[in-house]
């Protein structure tokens, strides 16, 4: 009988361990998606010499989708929060940058 109780208590502390390693993996992989998706929105804006649609469309979708949804509703995840706030920073710093670049080169 103890056995039996052992065991439960054994599948229980599993049952965890599994849950806990998957969900800190879902959230290391959350922030890998999101810095590559602000290095796709970086080369973009450097690429397109700052063109500010592609900047505000990216931004608008990760702030207001990504970022106050996890801050803010279920599932909470304040890493993937937060990254979704740098990350379209980045973009639009690299977008403003790329837009005072695009001034000074010469045109032909």
Same mark, same amino acid.
């Given at each position: 009988?103890?056995?039996?109780?052992?065991?439960? !208590?054994?599948?229980? #502390?599993?049952?965890?361990?599994?849950? =806990?390693? %998957?969900?800190?993996?879902?959230?290391s #992989? =959350?922030? %890998?998606?999101? %810095? &590559?998706? =602000?290095?796709?929105? #970086?080369?973009i804006? $450097?690429?397109? /010499? =700052?063109?500010?649609?592609?900047?505000?469309?990216?931004t /608008?979708?990760?702030?207001? $989708?990504l &970022? @106050?949804?996890?801050?803010v509703? !279920?599932? !909470?995840?304040?890493?993937?929060?937060?990254?979704?706030?740098?990350?379209?920073?980045? @973009?639009l710093? &690299?977008?403003?940058?790329?837009?005072?670049?695009?001034?000074r080169?010469?045109?032909?």
């Amino acid at each position: 009988m103890g056995d039996a109780r052992d065991r439960r !208590e054994y599948d229980g #502390v599993l049952d965890g361990c599994r849950t =806990g390693c %998957v969900r800190r993996c879902s959230h290391s #992989v =959350g922030i %890998v998606v999101l %810095v &590559a998706v =602000g290095l796709i929105g #970086v080369s973009i804006a $450097w690429f397109s /010499r =700052g063109r500010i649609a592609p900047a505000l469309a990216l931004t /608008r979708r990760l702030l207001s $989708w990504l &970022a @106050v949804g996890r801050l803010v509703r !279920e599932p !909470e995840n304040t890493g993937i929060g937060i990254t979704a706030i740098l990350t379209p920073m980045a @973009v639009l710093l &690299a977008t403003i940058i790329g837009r005072f670049a695009r001034g000074r080169v010469p045109t032909s």
